[in-house]
């Protein structure tokens, strides 16, 4: 059992025993949102955070490959976030015929037997294959990166034995020197129970530029999500620019983010706090508090 299982029951437990000693008619329900929004933090913060590593491999690319070099050639390149066994495909090298750069990121095939995948900087698997498109040179404002993930690329992601299928598009437009929009549509995540539904629209700003590539960076996310449960339930969530979720490319720190405040709203009624710094340190250890109905935990992000 996980740490977020684990947090479940005991909230379930909490919730339940308030439920005995008040005889409260309305409480039923109230334990039933505070659980179902759990569900919901969980999903977002799943796809949310594949979505976000997306960004990181193809970004990598974009600036190694692609920032500055006419005709990028893997052997040329180093990259910083991308583990050595995946390959990267420059199927357009080209800027002056005026589509672009293209290129794909291939993390090779499912595995029948664990790991099955690759395993990547962040502590994560990955199989299959990622399409991405470049506009312009990375660092010219106005520059689009379009991250595009169609089911019949098989890509998935997890823990080297439970996989999500994920696809989707994301689209990043350089806004300024430092900031960037991100779209993302279509986005599904299916794993062994059930099926995630998302969508953003989000900004990201990078705060810390350590050198080459993007590897040792520290990023910004602040915007709105919407999507729909592995139980069918719609939420949305919202992260404000003045309490921005904070990643940071590092080993131990690249898995989730540390620090930020994310408010879901299920559709159904039910709200859930996430904070990712409770203790207010920004370390890297993935604790966070969440706070359903007033009750509040500390538990461990997986």
């Known amino acids: 059992m996980n740490s977020l299982q684990i947090f479940r029951v005991f909230l379930m437990i909490s919730l339940v025993a308030s439920l005995i000693s ?48 006419s005709s990028p050639s893997m052997t040329e390149v180093e990259y910083t976030v991308l583990p050595s066994g995946a390959l990267v495909v420059f199927t357009d090298s080209l800027w002056n015929d005026g589509d672009g ?26 199989a299959g294959r990622v399409d991405a498109t470049l506009s312009d040179h990375f660092y010219n404002t106005g ?17 080297g034995t439970n996989m ?58 602040w915007g709105t999500a919407e999507g729909t449960n592995i139980n069918g339930v719609g939420f949305t969530a919202t992260v404000i620019e003045s309490d921005p ?3 940071k490319l590092q080993l131990g720190c690249a898995t989730t983010f540390v620090a930020g405040v994310v408010t879901i709203q299920n559709n159904n009624g039910g709200t859930l706090i996430l904070d990712y710094d409770p203790y207010n340190d920004q370390a ?4 966070a508090q969440v706070t359903v109905n007033g009750v509040s935990r500390i538990f461990m992000v997986r």
């Open 245 to 247: 979720l904070i990643k």
């Open 22 to 69: 008040g005889c409260k008619k309305d409480e039923k329900e109230e334990l039933e949102e505070a659980v179902e929004s759990i569900q919901s933090a969980e999903d977002n913060a799943m796809v949310e955070t594949e979505f976000s590593a997306l960004f990181d491999f193809a970004g990598d690319v974009a600036e190694m490959g692609g920032a500055a070099k």
């Open 101 to 126: 750069l293209e290129f794909y990121i291939d993390f090779g095939e499912l595995g029948n037997t664990p790991p099955r995948g690759l395993l990547c900087k962040d502590g994560r698997y990955r």
């Open 284 to 287: 890297c250890d993935k604790v």
């Open 143 to 159: 520059s689009v990166l379009t991250i595009t993930v169609p089911l019949a690329n098989n890509y998935y992601v997890g823990d």
């Open 164 to 221: 999500a299928h994920v696809s989707g598009t994301k689209t990043v437009t350089r806004t300024d020197d430092s900031t960037f929009h991100v779209v993302v549509t279509g986005a599904q995540a299916t794993g062994q129970s059930g099926t995630i539904l998302w969508s953003a629209d989000r900004y990201t700003s990078r705060t810390y530029d350590a050198g080459p590539g993007i590897w040792g960076d520290e990023f910004t996310f």
